[in-house]
T-cell receptor
Framework: GQNIDQPTEMTATEGAIVQINCTYQTSGFNGLFWYQQHAGEAPTFLSYNVLDGLEEKGRFSSFLSRSKGYSYLLLKELQMKDSASYLCAVMDSNYQLIWGAGTKLIIKP | GAVVSQHPSWVICKSGTSVKIECRSLDFQATTMFWYRQFPKQSLMLMATSNEGSKATYEQGVEKDKFLINHASLTLSTLTVTSAHPEDSSFYIC??????????????FGNGTRLTVT
């Protein structure tokens, strides 16, 4: 079966760095997406990785290792507004998105 | 950037009535839109894929006669929850892919509709 694993919840301190991991087992791979979802709101697109390596976008970076079925989202200089759920999603060989359950990130002052 | 507009943002209805939710792509054409449902503290669950000019493709376990989808134009898809019951209360979110080339385009989401059935 297809499976996406990510931690349920993480806590970090304002100004610090946090890494949210995502491991996947899917039938085929056509890219991995990270989305941010604030409570009660729809998800917003953060990043897309299809090749191995690190993609940097401001305070957010996303890393992919296809051979290990592994990705992480790195958030630097954490701000209180970064408190949200972070969803990992993989596009399989049929171009269907398989969603992880999301990681709730709690930022403490 | 690509904008998806969803309306209404929230709706309260009585059990047995029907509710229509609209999803519009404002600055791009979307041949395919997706409808998701999200229960509290759970991940997104794909309900159906809406294809312009043809029938929607429903995921296993989703009743097509209860959740009617119409994708009449390249910028509008509607989801109608027919004969709503309290267990249909949920957060419904639509999405569409923007105009990157190829299939691996990111999804852009509407703001979601919170449905409460009393």
């Amino acid at each position: 079966g297809q499976n996406i694993d990510q931690p349920t919840e993480m806590t970090a301190t304002e100004g610090a760095i946090v890494q949210i991991n995502c491991t996947y087992q899917t039938s085929g791979f056509n890219g991995l997406f990270w989305y941010q979802q604030h409570a009660g709101e729809a998800p917003t697109f953060l990043s897309y990785n299809v090749l191995d390596g690190l993609e940097e976008k401001g305070r957010f970076s996303s890393f992919l290792s296809r051979s290990k079925g592994y990705s992480y989202l790195l958030l630097k200089e954490l701000q209180m507004k970064d408190s949200a759920s972070y969803l990992c999603a993989v596009m399989d060989s049929n171009y269907q998105l398989i969603w992880g359950a999301g990681t709730k990130l709690i930022i403490k002052p | 950037g690509a904008v998806v507009s969803q309306h209404p943002s929230w709706v309260i209805c009585k059990s047995g009535t029907s509710v229509k939710i609209e999803c519009r792509s404002l600055d791009f054409q979307a041949t395919t839109m997706f409808w998701y449902r999200q229960f509290p503290k759970q991940s997104l669950m794909l309900m159906a894929t809406s294809n312009e000019g043809s029938k929607a493709t429903y995921e296993q376990g989703v009743e097509k006669d209860k959740f009617l989808i119409n994708h009449a134009s390249l910028t509008l898809s509607t989801l109608t929850v027919t004969s709503a019951h309290p267990e249909d209360s949920s957060f419904y979110i639509c999405s569409a892919r923007d105009s990157w080339p190829g299939e691996t385009r990111p999804l852009h989401f509407g703001n979601g509709t919170r449905l409460t059935v009393t």
